[in-house]
């Protein structure tokens, strides 16, 4: 089988090595920009063949990994779209799926039956460069976006190949994966960002960085993932997650009011739900 790798990162790279182990895939042409990451995947042997386009990329392939940020994809459908085989299957790996799946209608015709929205709930925390991994997505999770026009043989392929990566595979549409991705991924990347931001803003952040420990690396770590990506991950999935935000606004304000007027009582018993709540999350 014949992958056509898009974005020469960690997420791509690792599923192209992955399946490139596993034997379904065989041969793997990549693009990316800029074109120093595809020379550098040819020489790690991750990629067989470098193309000088995206089109040229998926000519003759029999999947497609769209492995770019959110904010691409739609231009990257534009320029594949007719380039590609009638029934060539066309993967991504966003963190929001509605509007990729509904550019993918817009922009790939009859093609879009053969569009498998995918998210694997992988990767790595800090920002800036790393090696793809062959078992990055051993016993991780990959949910899987059908919609009702999508091609059960592309479904099922889809599938094959996320589950011989070691992963486990899941099914959601893509409003209830947006909708729960705000809520676990989404929300708390912008909380650890607001975070962060408001310690910059006191004039003795160095003194009080200096104090950190396991709480302030453990609440802050996700500070640390790459702004470029997620701008475009919150901007794009605003409407999920704007409601949550204003949920925990409210929370905070309550508990502020708990604190001010020395109700330890009170206070307890809504600290104490909320630790009961992580302590048993499975």
């Not at 065989?26 to 990629?47: D, N």
């Not at 929001?96 to 790595?124: C, E, M, N, W, Y």
């Amino acid at each position: 089988m014949h992958l056509a790798l898009i974005g020469c990162g960690l997420m791509g790279g690792s599923f192209a090595l992955a399946t490139q182990h596993g034997g379904a895939v065989t041969h793997v042409t990549g693009y990316s920009i800029p074109h120093s990451s595809a020379q550098h995947f040819f020489e790690l042997g991750v990629i067989q063949q470098i193309a000088l386009s995206a089109a040229e990329a998926v000519a003759t392939a029999d999947v497609v990994m769209l492995a770019t940020p959110v904010a691409t994809l739609p231009h990257l459908l534009t320029d594949i779209a007719t380039a590609l085989k009638p029934q060539t299957l066309v993967m991504d790996v966003g963190s929001t799926k509605r509007s990729v799946q509904q550019a993918a209608v817009d922009i790939l015709g009859d093609k879009a039956h053969f569009f498998v929205p995918t998210h694997p709930i992988a990767g790595k925390e800090q920002a800036g460069h790393a090696e793809p991994r062959t078992h990055l997505y051993q016993n991780k999770t990959v949910i899987l976006c059908p919609n009702e026009q999508t091609h059960p043989k592309a479904l099922s392929l889809a599938h094959e190949l996320w589950q011989q990566t070691g992963a486990h595979t899941q099914e959601l549409n893509a409003l209830d994966h947006d909708r729960g991705l705000a809520a676990v991924s989404h929300l708390p990347h912008l909380l650890a960002f607001a975070y962060m931001d408001a310690l910059l803003a006191q004039t003795d952040h160095q003194q009080l960085l200096a104090l950190g420990g396991p709480g302030f690396r453990d609440f802050s770590r996700i500070a640390g993932c790459e702004a470029s990506i997620w701008k475009d991950i919150l901007i794009d999935n605003q409407d999920q997650i704007l409601p949550l935000l204003q949920a925990v606004r409210q929370s905070t304000l309550e508990l502020e009011l708990l604190i001010t007027k020395n109700q330890p009582k009170k206070l307890e018993s809504v600290l104490n739900q909320a630790s009961q709540a992580r302590i048993n999350w499975p």
